[in-house]
């Protein structure tokens, strides 16, 4: 399985980015896909959840600021940022987790939020 992001860069502070993430290759139709951030200096940690029956879970940090969104058929799950502050400044990977508990990362895109 291939995880392919895309989305970020450089966003000014009240930017409404969106991060889209791509899976390829043998994926079951029942896994969590996900998204995770990682800020420089500090350990990776959970954005964002969703399940294939689009069940989701937030990090508080994010509640009512960012949407977690996917497309089963295209396997490709989003990730709509609203309202960003210059916290919001990491490394942001996309994670899916199969239904055999197997788990892949794609490469991490950088969000920078600066005006």
């Known amino acids: 399985v291939q995880l392919q992001a895309s989305g970020g860069g450089l966003v000014p502070p009240g930017g409404s980015p969106r991060l889209s993430c791509a899976a390829s290759g043998s994926v079951f139709s029942i896994n969590v896909m996900g998204w995770y951030r990682q800020a420089p200096g500090k350990q990776r940690e959970l954005v964002a959840h969703?399940?294939?029956?689009?069940?989701?879970n937030y990090a508080d940090s994010v509640k009512g600021r960012f949407t977690i969104s996917r497309h089963n058929t295209k396997n490709t799950v989003y990730l709509q940022m609203n309202s960003l502050k210059p916290e919001d400044t990491a490394v942001y990977y996309c994670s899916l987790t199969q239904r055999t508990l197997a788990s892949y990362w794609g490469q991490g895109t950088q969000v920078t939020v600066s005006s």
């Open positions: 969703i399940s294939s029956d689009g069940s989701t």
